[in-house]
């Protein structure tokens, strides 16, 4: 699963998960890594600069149970919404290890397996509150188990049924996972 970024995203570019706005973004993850070389940072972004310039990449993963039911979302404590977990690579450069680790610290849960050995879905979405960023790299994950323990990072943790989704998250890019796994495990 070490595969560098780029050829990440052009195995994505050609993926059946791939939607039309997401294909629309991978040009702005290119330049983002052109300009930025120190983007699997946590960079800033000065006042002015273009928004390929301003923010970093981050990872993530949509948990999904063992039973194939239900997503682990989180409440996000600064965010205060229902998110997919994932968080900052902290400079290190395979999204894939970072959506691991993510998965691991803010679900307590050690025991994950890749579903595909791809990306599953990709975001570009500005922070509250900061001119950043995040451009996003979304893996999809099973749990091997599901008892998870609520990190300092979020107000609380559940596994959500599908067809319950949008009670919980008004995110399109949380919904567009939760439909994509719909389709795919269909």
Known sequence: MNKHLRELLADYKNSKYIT???LSLIEQFLQLMDQRPDCFGRVG???GEAL???????????????EN?????????????????????????DV??????????????????????????IDIHAIPNSCEYHYDIRFLLQAKDSNFIISDESHNLAW????????????????????????FKA
């Open 69 to 93: 039911s239900a997503a682990l979302l989180t409440h996000h404590k600064k965010l205060n919404k229902w998110l997919q977990l994932g968080g900052h690579c902290d400079g290190n450069p």
């Open 96 to 121: 894939a290890a970072t959506a691991l680790r993510e998965a691991q610290e803010e679900s307590g849960m050690q025991t994950f397996e890749f579903i595909i050995p791809g990306v599953f879905d």
């Open 20 to 22: 039309e706005h997401e």
């Open 160 to 183: 959500v049924t599908f067809d319950r989704m949008h009670e919980y998250a008004q995110e399109e890019s949380v919904l567009r996972m939760n439909n994509k796994y719909l389709n």
């Open 45 to 47: 972004a000065a006042p």
């Open 52 to 66: 390929a310039k301003k923010g970093h990449i981050t990872a993530s993963a949509w948990i999904i149970n063992p």
